[in-house]
């Protein structure tokens, strides 16, 4: 197991959460005209000539030194991805990534019941707390709840699994290796959708489905350099957001995961005027104490 370093992991994934917290948004624009599929190849096409330039020119291994592992990480980052992204197409966002959180709340179980790392009280409370002032930011309640909630769930299960392998299993791998292995599973997964919904006929469900049952389409119309910007930030972003991982406990840096709700909103009322209302204010507030309750019990352990 790698050495923890609970601060630079914070910051990793403060980063990684600004980048893609902004981009995100930018999914149910590309839903419209291509398929999840097809945005996934791309992904792997314009992401893995850069990844392993990056790689030489920050030193780094491009291939992996355990195999096993790194395709198990990336399977399970690949797959929550597609569940998370495939929710926005007809998922409110807020719904969206209350869904995907969860993860935190299950890294939790992971290392305290089966992998059984202290935790601490402190900590599983904070944890807690910061799931609550999502949902409170996120105005999720039992009213407004739908069965297609689980997608994203689904998605939040596989990435808090992806969390726990990441920082026990591949913390000797570089951070280039590990984004080549997601971003490759992106693009196996991508192909593997094309080519089902050529073999068996699929045909395209108008509406939001359309993303997950549409096949290959050209020319892209209008969409192109938007995926193509989408895809080198979506690189800086999943790269900080994996070297937070190898630096700090999972329990710890999933916390700071939070911060994505409060970059969400903000940019959202930037760009559209959404503003937040008092009681979101609160849930912020409960997000930043959670975070900063995490990163000084990290320190006393």
């Not at 923890?4 to 990793?12: E, N, Y």
């Not at 997608?151 to 990435?159: F, N, S, T």
């Not at 800086?236 to 994996?242: A, I, N, P, S, W």
């Amino acid at each position: 197991m790698s050495e923890t370093r609970p601060v630079a992991a914070a910051l990793w994934m403060l980063a990684s959460m600004l980048i893609l917290g902004v981009i995100d948004n930018f999914i149910v624009v590309v839903a419209e005209v291509i398929s999840l599929w097809q945005m996934y190849v791309i992904r792997l096409l314009i992401s893995m000539p850069v990844v392993f330039v990056v790689a030489r020119l920050l030193g780094q291994r491009f291939w992996p030194l355990a195999w096993g592992p790194v395709l198990l990480r990336s399977f399970l980052f690949a797959s929550a991805m597609l569940f998370y992204f495939a929710s926005l197409a007809f998922l409110p966002i807020a719904q969206s990534l209350a869904g995907l959180f969860t993860s935190p709340i299950i890294v939790v179980t992971i290392t305290a019941l089966f992998l059984r790392e202290r935790i601490g009280i402190f900590r599983v409370g904070a944890v807690i707390a910061g799931f609550l002032g999502t949902l409170v930011v996120l105005e999720v309640s039992p009213s407004s709840f739908s069965p297609l909630v689980g997608v994203p769930v689904i998605g939040g299960i596989l990435y808090a699994l992806n969390a726990v392998i990441t920082r026990r299993m591949c913390g000797a791998e570089s951070t280039c290796t590990l984004l080549a292995g997601t971003m490759g599973m992106q693009g196996v997964l991508g192909l593997i959708g094309l080519l089902a919904i050529a073999v068996f006929g699929v045909q395209e469900i108008e509406g939001p489905l359309a993303f997950v049952t549409r096949g290959w389409i050209w020319p892209m119309e209008g969409v192109g350099l938007l995926l193509v910007g989408h895809v080198v930030f979506s690189i800086v972003g999943v790269f900080c957001l994996t070297r937070a991982y190898q630096l700090g406990e999972a329990s710890y840096v999933a916390v700071f995961e939070y911060s994505i709700m409060v970059f969400g909103p903000l940019f959202a009322f930037v760009w559209f005027g959404q503003s937040l209302t008092a009681v979101q204010m609160a849930g912020v507030v409960l997000i930043i104490v959670a975070g900063s309750v995490i990163a000084l019990r990290s320190r006393q352990s």
